[in-house]
């Protein structure tokens, strides 16, 4: 039996918990982190290149969108037709942003403890193969 699907998944939710954990007095969740740095690297993205580039359904990610312009890290703007809407990162976000990557990164270093970087390296490669294989 084949288990690295549940084993990527496992882990996944086991990063996400911690990384919630350790969010909890910044007012962001897990959830939204990925929102966040793809609009950080993006400038300002459409809902429909969020939910391809997060592979999540169309109304979770107008519903986070949502939650998250409430909380004031995310501005929607109109697009290049009435039925687009772009969303970036608020003022407010930017500054926040070296806060929640470093909170990011320590997790990343406590996960990472003792693993070669060679391991890494394949690793890193097999998921993108997976990833590749799944989206083909």
Do not use: C
Not at 30 to 41: C, D, T
Not at 101 to 114: C, G, M, P, R
């Amino acid at each position: 039996m084949f288990l690295y699907g549940h084993r990527v998944n496992q882990l996944a939710r086991l990063f996400m918990k911690r990384f919630n954990e350790d969010l909890v007095n910044t007012g962001l969740f897990s959830s939204q982190w990925g929102f966040i740095l793809y609009l950080y690297e993006k400038g300002s993205s459409t809902q429909k290149e969020l939910s391809e580039y997060l592979s999540i359904e169309p109304p979770t990610v107008t519903r986070t969108l949502a939650r998250m312009e409430e909380a004031g890290w995310v501005i929607k703007e109109e697009g290049s037709d009435r039925r687009e809407r772009k969303v970036r990162l608020s003022p407010r976000a930017y500054e926040q942003f070296s806060h929640w990557d470093q909170i990011s990164d320590q997790l990343e270093i406590k996960a990472l403890t003792s693993i070669d970087k060679a391991d890494l390296e394949v690793f890193t490669r097999v998921l993108q193969h997976m990833k590749d294989n799944l989206q083909e």
